[in-house]
Structures are given as structure tokens and as C-alpha cells.
């Protein structure tokens, strides 16, 4: 049966004060063997952070007005402190940039660009054949005759070659060209090479971006000088206007680089006869700035060409080879100047197919374009909600005021089919048009690359020729003066100087500019530094992790029950917890063997509660 010893000690009430210091002494240093120390309280921390005002505003002493000043002190430059750290986060999130312009150092020699010239006139009229008339009818507006005026709707043309049409009736480079001289050499129509766009058959010179020709000076005399006949004589009549109609006389012109492909329709000059137009360039090297800051496209660094039908990727082949995907997905066919190994459409196609595709693409950029437009003045300016070309707002009275932009309807996104006009991001709409509208252009979305060489012109011209060289020419070529002022032109491109300009997009305000200012205001308002923000950090901590010890901890059963002067033990308690080594003794030896030093009779004195263990 259990023993169990009940003991009354008392102490002397001077011996009670030192006997309870030694217990919290031994607590505490039991404490501290068995774990952490208790936390810092805010007050010892205060007094230690490197935190500016914060010990004397929290730190231990009295409370008073003085620390009360300093407390409001302390939370004003710290608001003062967040305000200005919330204004340079978000001008930092606006992504700033700003264009530096370098002239660059000359260069003693310059590679001359690429030049594309076309005949405004696709088909010469001697050329063309009935059957060609035949075909082409509804694209040239001529009546389907042949050459003795009966229509020919009776008779059997084979299929047309849209390709053989355009390589066989269209101008000729070599009845054209007059004279050519590049930097003070002969050159002939043989340095050309042929390309078709949508004025048909088109000639460049300088192509190869392998082997270009170099400029070795700037100034008149010092680049390509041609003299060329337009033949007018050949221009087709017109019988009614198409979409092909065209009423001017002369040549367009584009300079661009070996990589970038003709878009002559869109970014070329004209050129007039009659006239010596001189087009003094500057080479511009662009670098744009990738997202966040800007939208330009980065390059993908893999050896196959990113677009197919082209070496290189440029806002001219996307949307050459955008154009040729919608036509395609409508038409079944591509158009002559269109990349890729499709199927050519034939005359009629072009007129009731293609050209329709083409200009529901170009009317659907204009309109995205607009719409867009539209979308960020709501993002920027959102009190201005009213636009132009939404419905009508409740209670307005006039037809064209009080419209809501939330009343737009949905556009469609494609010539063809709504559903492949893929939605605009925020970026997309944000983009600034490039001269193509490479920007929001909703169906043909073609961002600009990130590394650019474009040419700067200026266009200056005189009259030719004068009243001497009029009679001149005119025997030289046997031809009239009349024919001379009519059809022959001289144009003259060259670099002004051989200095390229060099353009960047630069962020105006980065990273390390922003920890820079982020540390100046957090030094001038609050005297801190990161290694202040580590401390707090590190103080959050510790108390966090304190309480959370705390929450998880299980409460222990207590080995002894106190009262009053009373404690009571259990045997085998007493027996666990006996730090001295247990001795054996005889079953029923009684509770002799239990008194305090019965083994050790000679033994040192212990304390009270070691004596009464042993």
C-alpha cells in the first residue's frame, strides 16, 4: 500500500526573506538552463534601436510632456516619411523615359540604304494583250474588247498568271532608265533587282544586305543620280475608276534598309517629271526601350527567321505578312506581293476579294486605332466620359451630343471573322503608333523592334529641263521637247554627311534611383537606414515567436501541492524524483529506510530539501 509522509516545516520569519531570494534564484537559473530568455519589452528596445526619437519617445522613465512632444515628433516625420516614399513609388511605377539623341563620329565610309522605285502605272497598255484586257477588267476599269472592238466575252482565254501578267506588262527598268551613276560610277539595270508590291512591278537598288554598296563621302555627287523616262504614253486610259484608278504621273520612291521589306504604298514619296528632286539623307540609329518602360519587340536570339518569307523581323514584313493572313483566311489565295508559297489569286479575285480585304483591314485599323484612343482618355482622364462615337446618353436631346463610352459596342475583329481580333491589352492600348501604326492596331498589332535604322530625309527640287538641254535631250533620245518636260525626271539621293544620329530610349528613373531617394527622405524624416528596418523586424519576431511558445505550450502537472507550511508527498513521487541513486533495501523494511541520510550517517550536510529527498 502506498506510503505517504506528511511534513509541517516552518522557518523563522528572518530566515524567510533569504531563503525565498535563493528559491527565485534557483527559478531563475532553472529558467535559463531550460530555455530562451523572455523577450525584450518595447521600452529596453526603444532605448537600443537605432531608430531616431524612438527611445525618447518609448523608452523607460517618466511620462510627461516631453516625452509626449517627442511621440508626436516621431509619428510626424514618419508620416512625412511615408508620403514622400508613396509619391516616389508611384512615379517609379509610370516608368519615365526619356529619347538622347548622340551624334556619332563620322565615318569615312557609310553603308549606303537599299532604294525602291515604282512606276505609279502597273500595266503598260501596248503590253497587254485581249487577254489580259479580258481579265483585267474589273481591276484596270477597261472595257473586256479586243483590238477590233468586239467584246470578247464569246471567246476562250486560258487561265490568267497574275505573276506573268505583272512581270510581262509592267514597266520595264531597262526602257525606263536613262542614265545611273552611284558616287561617280556607271551603273546600269542590271544593279537592280525586281520586287513586286501593290504598284506591281518594282525595281531596288542595293538589295543584297550581303554585299552593299558603301557611301564613301556625303554630299550631291556622292550617291545614286538616275534620269528616268515614266513613259506616259504607255499609262492606261480610264474607262471608270476602280480601286486601282490612279491619276498621278511619276515614280514613288522608298528608302529603307537591306532588311526591311518595300512598303511603298504606304511609307514611299513621290516623285515627279519635270523636275530634279535631290533627297539629302541622315542614317538614324532608334533604340527602344522593352516592357516595363516601353512596348518594343526584343529579339527571340534564334537562328530561323521569326516571320516567314524574311531574314528579319520588321514592322514592313508584319504587316505584309498580316495582310497576306487575312486575304488568305477570306480569299484562299495571296496576293503577288505577299510572302509565302500559297496560291496567287487571279484578276478577279483581286478586285472582288483581296482589295475588299484590304481596305476593311485598313477602315478596322483606323477605327481600332480610334476606339483605343478613346479607352485611354477614359483611363487617364476618367471624369471626361464622353465621346463621339458611342450611343446616345438617357435625356439628350441632340443627335450628336451626351454619349457614354460604356455604351460602345463590340467591334468585330477581323475582316472575316470577329472572333480572331484578339481583345487589347493595357499595354497595347497604351502603345504610341510608330509611321506604319504599329501600335494599337488591333488586327495587325506589329509593335516596334527594339533596334531600328531608319533615314531621315529632306526633299528640295528644281525644274528640268531648261529651254538648252530641252533641245538637247530631245535629239539625244529622239523625242520631242514636249515628251522631254512630260516624262523625264532625275533623282538624286545621297547622305548629307557620314554621321549617323543615334536615338535611345533611356529610363528616366530606376531602380537604384528609387532606393537612392527612398534612402534620402527615410535618413532626413526618421534617421534610419535597412539595418534599422532589420532591427524592428527582428524585434517583431522575437515577440511574435514568444507568444507563440507561449499558445502551444502544454501546462505540466505539478510534482508537489503546497499550502500553507504544509507539503505533502507521495512515495513513489518522492522516489522519481530523488536526484540521489536509488539503494536497494528488503520488502517491508518499513519507513525506516526513507529518513533523511539513514545511508550516509557521516555524510556532508545538505539543504533542507536535499536532506529530505535522501
Known amino acids: 500500500m502506498p506510503i505517504e509522509i506528511v511534513c509541517k516545516i516552518k522557518f523563522a520569519e528572518e530566515d524567510a526573506k533569504p531563503k525565498e531570494k535563493e528559491a527565485g534564484d534557483e527559478q531563475s537559473l532553472l529558467g535559463a538552463a531550460r530555455g530562451t530568455a523572455a523577450p525584450r519589452d518595447l521600452a529596453t528596445f526603444a532605448s537600443t534601436s537605432t531608430l531616431h526619437g524612438l527611445g525618447r519617445a518609448c523608452g523607460p522613465g517618466p511620462h510627461g510632456l516631453r516625452r509626449t512632444l517627442w511621440a508626436l515628433a516621431l ?99 531597262a526602257d525606263m532608265l536613262k542614265s545611273c551613276n552611284f558616287s561617280g560610277h556607271h551603273c546600269s539595270a542590271s544593279n537592280f533587282s525586281v520586287v513586286y508590291t501593290r504598284y506591281g512591278k518594282c525595281y531596288t537598288f542595293n538589295a543584297d544586305p550581303q554585299s552593299w554598296l558603301p557611301s564613301r563621302a556625303g554630299g550631291m555627287g556622292s550617291g545614286l543620280e538616275i534620269m528616268l523616262d515614266i513613259q506616259q504614253e504607255e499609262y492606261l486610259p480610264i474607262w471608270r475608276e476602280t480601286n486601282e ?43 527602344y526601350l522593352p516592357q516595363p518602360w516601353g512596348n518594343c519587340r526584343v529579339e527571340n536570339g534564334l537562328q530561323e527567321p521569326e516571320l516567314q518569307g524574311y531574314s528579319a523581323y520588321s514592322v514592313s514584313a508584319c504587316r505584309l505578312r498580316c495582310e497576306k493572313e487575312a486575304v488568305l483566311q477570306r ?86 471573322e470577329a472572333s480572331h481580333w484578339p481583345n487589347p491589352t493595357k499595354s497595347q492600348r497604351t502603345r504610341s503608333p510608330d509611321s506604319l501604326g504599329g501600335g494599337s492596331e488591333g488586327p495587325c498589332f506589329c509593335p516596334t523592334p527594339c ?44 547622305f548629307e554627311a557620314l554621321t549617323s544620329e543615334a536615338m535611345e530610349q533611356r529610363a528616366a528613373y530606376g531602380l537604384s534611383a528609387l532606393l537612392g531617394d527612398l534612402g534620402g527622405q527615410m535618413g532626413l524624416f526618421i534617421g534610419a537606414s535597412i539595418l534599422t528596418l532589420l532591427e524592428i523586424l527582428d524585434y517583431i519576431y522575437e515577440v511574435s515567436w514568444d507568444r507563440l511558445k507561449r499558445v502551444w505550450r502544454r501546462p505540466r502537472t505539478p510534482l508537489r501541492t503546497s499550502t500553507g507550511g504544509i507539503s505533502t508527498l507521495g512515495l513513489q513521487e518522492l522516489k522519481e524524483q530523488s536526484p540521489c541513486p536509488s539503494r536497494g533495501h528488503a520488502e517491508g523494511g518499513g519507513a525506516s529506510s526513507l529518513l533523511p541520510n539513514h545511508h550516509h550517517p557521516h555524510g556532508p550536510p545538505g539543504g533542507l530539501f536535499e536532506d529530505f529527498a535522501c
Open 75 to 173: 509619428l510626424t516625420s514618419l508620416a512625412a516619411f511615408l508620403y514622400q516614399a508613396a509619391s516616389l513609388a508611384r512615379g517609379y511605377l509610370t516608368r519615365p523615359h526619356l529619347v538622347a539623341m548622340d551624334p556619332a563620329a563620322p565615318a569615312p565610309v557609310a553603308g549606303f540604304p537599299a532604294v525602291t522605285l515604282c512606276n505609279i502605272n502597273r500595266f503598260r497598255h501596248s503590253a497587254l494583250s485581249d487577254a489580259d484586257i479580258f481579265h483585267l477588267a474589273n481591276l484596270t476599269g477597261l472595257p473586256p474588247k479586243d483590238r477590233d472592238g468586239h467584246r470578247a466575252a464569246g471567246l476562250r482565254y486560258p487561265e490568267p498568271d497574275m505573276v506573268d501578267i505583272l512581270n510581262r506588262t509592267g514597266h520595264q527598268l
Open 245 to 287: 484608278t490612279s491619276f498621278e504621273a511619276g515614280i514613288r520612291v522608298q528608302i529603307h534598309s537591306q532588311e526591311e521589306p518595300p512598303y511603298i504604298h504606304q511609307l514611299g514619296f513621290g516623285v515627279s517629271p519635270g523636275f530634279q528632286t535631290f533627297v539629302s539623307c541622315q542614317e538614324q540609329r532608334l533604340t
Open 331 to 416: 480569299c484562299h489565295c495571296r496576293m503577288v506581293h505577299m510572302p509565302g508559297n500559297e496560291t496567287i489569286c487571279p484578276p478577279n479575285i483581286y478586285i472582288e476579294c483581296a482589295d475588299h480585304t484590304l481596305a476593311s483591314l485598313k477602315m478596322l485599323s483606323i477605327l481600332w486605332s480610334t476606339v483605343t484612343s478613346l479607352w485611354l482618355r477614359q483611363e487617364l482622364w476618367p471624369q471626361e466620359k464622353e465621346c463621339s462615337l458611342c450611343h446616345p446618353r438617357p435625356g439628350s436631346e441632340e443627335a450628336g451630343g451626351g454619349y457614354t463610352l460604356k455604351s460602345l459596342p463590340s467591334l468585330p475583329s477581323d475582316p472575316t
Open 451 to 494: 533596334n531600328l535604322t531608319r533615314y531621315g530625309k529632306e526633299i528640295s527640287m528644281v525644274r528640268i529641263p531648261n529651254r538648252g538641254s530641252a533641245r538637247y535631250l530631245a535629239r539625244k533620245y529622239n523625242r520631242n521637247e514636249t515628251y522631254i518636260r512630260e516624262n523625264f525626271l532625275v533623282l538624286d539621293i545621297f
